[in-house]
Each structure stands twice: as C-alpha cells, then as structure tokens.
C-alpha cells in the first residue's frame, strides 16, 4: 500500500471555501493542496474530476457497543466506525457512559478497551452519572492526562443515569475549572417519568406511549434549565440531539443575549416525522423508539432554519442499534424499548440531500456543520474537519449528481432496521479517505479492524478566555479561574 496518496482535478470544499485543487496526503496527513500538483513515483492516483473533495466528517455523538436498557447495541466499535467510513464519516466522538457509583476512570479504561477495534479515529465524551469527590478527581486526570475536553449530563433516564441538579452544577463548575465543555442531553426525566406511569395507568403500553411521555415542552424545559445554570455559571455549554422548535428557540434566544450555546441536530430529527410510531407494525414503531423521539414534521423546518441561521451548528446521528428481538423486550410495555436507531453510515448523504440539494445550505455550509464545526467546538481543529497542509489525511471524495436508495439490505451497520429506509438520496461518496488510505472506493468497504486512533483533545478551547473575560463583565457570579 503507498503511503503517497494523489487526490487529482476536484473541489476541495472547506468551510470557508471551495476551490478547484489537488490534494497530496503523505504518511496519513495532507501536505499540499493547490493546482497540478505533480504525480510523484509510486504514489497511489484517484481521479476527483466532477467530485467535491471534502473534509472527512466528524459524527460527534454515536454509541457503539452501549450497554443499555438492559442490552448492547449492534454495532460494535469496528462495525460502527466501518459503516461510518462507508458514510464518509472518519471521525466518531462516542461516550464513556459510567454507571452510578462506578469510578470514572474504570468506565473509561472500559471503553477504551472497547474502542481498540475502531476501523476510523474516534474520541469520547465521559458523561457524569452521580458525584462525588472521586468524579471531582476523576475528571481532572480525564482532561489532563487523557484528552477528555467534554463532559455529558443525562437530564432524563430517572433511576438509571439522570443527573439531578446538584451534579449539574457541580459538574459544570468543575469542567469550567478544567477548561471543558459541558454537554446535556435536555429532557426533564421527572416529566418523563411522570408521564410514562400516565401513559400505562390509561392503557397505553405500544411504542405510539413513547412519543406522548416526551412531549416538546419536557425537552424545552430541560434546555432552558440548563442553559440558565451555564449563564449563571459561566461556562459553555453545547446541547445534543435538539429536536424540536422550543428548544432551538431556548438556544437562538440564548445566543442572542451573548451567551455562548451550542445546539446539534441528528440526521434523523431533521428527516423522519412522528407518524412511525402509530405504525401497526410493533417492529417498525419501536425501531423509532429513541429519545428525544421523532417530531411532528413542523419541527423539522425550525432546526433547518437553526442550522442555516447558524444557532445550531453540528449535525450527528445519535448512532445507537438494536435490532429488533432486542427493542421486543418493550412488546407490552414502551418503557422497556432499548431506545436508539441508527445513522452513523447515511448521515452525511441524508442531510446533503435533504440541506444542499434543496438550497437551504452551500458545500461549504455543509462541510461546516458536517465536520468542521465539531472539530472546533471540541477543539481538534484544523487536525480534523479541514483540507490544509498539515491536516490529517480524512477524506471524502463525492459525487454530487449520484443517487442512492437506502435501505437495510445495504447498508453496512449491523442491525435490521433503518429510520432512513427507502430514501432515495442525490449526493453520496464515492471514496473515504482515513490517515492517507482509501478505506472506501465505490461500494468497496476496506476498514481495517484497529486501525483507528483515539484522538486526545485539548482543553481550553477558545470558548473557555472569552467566557472568563465574559464573565468577569457579566455573569451574576465571579469566576474564580
Ligand atoms: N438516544 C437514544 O435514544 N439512545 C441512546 C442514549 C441517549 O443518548 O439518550
Ligand atoms: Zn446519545
């Protein structure tokens, strides 16, 4: 296999341009891009005429190999991050999801065990599940010693993983202390909870429960608590899987103040609408059973218009199967579907055809929410998520005028059942590049089991000196650091 790779006659898409140039990646990393770059003896040659050239994309929130709900996802770390490849994904930010009272530190060894089989690079978020002065500890080596800059916060899942408020705040001040970002999964779990036990006293025990029992208002009131908290506090903060108006409201509202907010949206909550979950089919229903859960339709068009006013600003997919005998533990009671569905490997293609095809974003646009975005809001950029000399060679080469039907027939990722099932898309890769090889040409999938990197980030994004600035100014409670 060369390690001189020539990517010849494309446009290179980057986030703040697209141009016409050549790509020469040497020993898994870019070191030139321009014009007629030369051919060099042994370098390995792949034509890019017609095809957009683009930085390979960074899924930043996906769960491979998820013990949950009382199972383990389908997809393990190398066939996840293989299908993530085939999808033009070469980046995955997973999570270390410690169970209550377990040390941090044992979680994350666990999980790095884990991830040694990743076909493509991959890093993790450590969610923070209960507190103490161990966590307190714990999060500090996590940042100093392992590259851990962010930290996740269930605000749902009551009796298993839920944050109440009291971790919220300690941990958020700890991670501001570290230079790390806090992150939230905002659903209110007493509502859910509440609403769950409501739910089945009426007779409600099928998937069509799930949706009822996390209503809009129990996720808007979980964004907008924790984004009082980070005001008060002073520090970042970046919600996942924003899936529905009010909560992107809470974020645009939040921003306009000056506050620094953070919003992503999945795939699949900009595409798929609630109507799966009245499907008479128990299979097809639960195989929508994630949380947040899809939306009525309208909600799709606000995190559009998020992602185009630039209020939200990372895309992902929540990556999380489990096939259908697993999501049968719920046959007679929803609260018990193992929640979580797919993405990792059609992501990309999902939201270029739904996102540039439709006018609402440019490549360049793409590639920003894509890709590059994450990459600075986690703070490995321009490593990731851009084309430049000195970048690592991650790379998609697509083919804008192509289409494809998806479906679970062909799809890569394990499992039998896919959200996106019969969407014809126009716009898909045609070649993956992961550290300088071509790992994906043409429906030809090469991951290699171990071949992926973990990928140490540093703390102290750029965020973390204009907040303490900020906040010195501004914020109702001093900052210390
Ligand atoms: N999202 C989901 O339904 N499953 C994975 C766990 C989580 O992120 O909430
Ligand atoms: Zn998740």
Redesign the pocket.
């Known amino acids: 296999m060369p390690s001189t790779l020539l990517i010849r006659g494309g446009t290179v898409v980057n986030a703040d341009r697209a141009e016409r140039a050549d790509v020469l990646c040497r020993e898994g990393r870019i070191v030139a891009v321009g014009l007629d770059l030369g051919v060099q003896a042994g370098a390995e040659v792949l034509d890019a005429e017609g095809l957009y050239v683009m930085p390979g994309g960074i899924d930043p929130h996906t769960?491979m190999q998820?013990p949950?709900m009382g199972t383990v996802t389908m997809d393990d770390f190398y066939s996840g991050t293989a299908a993530g490849l085939a999808g033009g994904t070469t980046t995955i930010i997973d999570f270390v999801i410690p169970d209550p009272q377990e040390p941090l530190m044992d979680a994350y060894r666990k999980w790095r065990g884990w991830a040694e089989k990743s076909a493509s690079d991959y890093s993790f978020h450590v969610a923070v599940t209960w507190w103490d002065d161990s966590v307190h500890r714990d999060m500090a080596t996590l940042v100093r010693e392992e590259g851990v800059n962010s930290f996740k916060h269930?605000m749902?899942?009551k009796n298993a993983i839920m944050c109440d408020d009291e971790t919220l705040v300690r941990s958020f001040r700890r991670a501001l202390e570290l230079g790390a970002m806090p992150t939230v999964?905002a659903e209110n779990g007493e509502l859910v909870f509440l609403l769950q036990q409501e739910m089945k006293a009426l007779g409600v025990t099928g998937p069509e429960g799930h949706p009822l029992s996390r209503p809009p208002a129990v996720e808007a009131e979980a964004a907008q608590r924790a984004i009082a908290i980070a005001d008060v506090l002073g520090v970042p903060i970046y919600i996942v899987?924003v899936s529905c108006a009010e909560a992107a409201d809470a974020i645009a509202r939040a921003r306009a103040r000056g506050q620094r907010v953070f919003g992503e949206v999945l795939a699949g909550h900009l595409t798929v609408d609630d109507s799966a979950y009245r499907n008479p089919d128990f299979a097809t229903a639960a195989g929508h059973v994630?949380?947040p859960p899809f939306r009525e339709k309208s909600h799709q068009e606000a995190l559009w218009r998020g992602l185009q006013a630039g209020h939200l600003h990372t895309t992902a997919t929540?990556h999380?199967t489990f096939c259908a005998a697993q999501k049968a533990a719920g046959k007679d009671d929803f609260t018990r579907i193992p929640?979580?569905?797919g993405g990792v490997e059609e992501r990309m293609m999902v939201i270029w055809d739904a996102g540039v095809n439709s006018g609402r974003l440019t490549p360049s646009e793409f590639v920003a929410i894509a890709s590059a975005n994450a990459a600075k809001l986690f703070n490995i950029y321009p490593r990731k998520g851009c084309i430049t000399a000195g970048a690592d060679a991650d790379l998609v080469l697509w083919d804008p005028t192509a289409t494809r039907t998806l479906s679970v027939k062909t799809q890569k990722s394990l499992g039998d059942f896919n959200v996106f099932e019969g969407r014809t898309v126009t716009g898909v890769p045609t070649a993956t590049i992961s550290q300088g090889k071509v790992v994906y040409l043409h429906g030809d999938l090469r991951a290699e089991r171990g071949a992926g990197r973990y990928v140490q980030r540093p703390a102290f994004s750029t965020h973390f000196d204009a907040m303490a600035r900020w906040s010195k100014l501004h914020a109702p409670v001093a900052v210390t650091r």
């Open positions: 769960h998820l949950f269930f749902a899942y999964h899987h994630m949380s929540d999380c929640n979580g569905c």
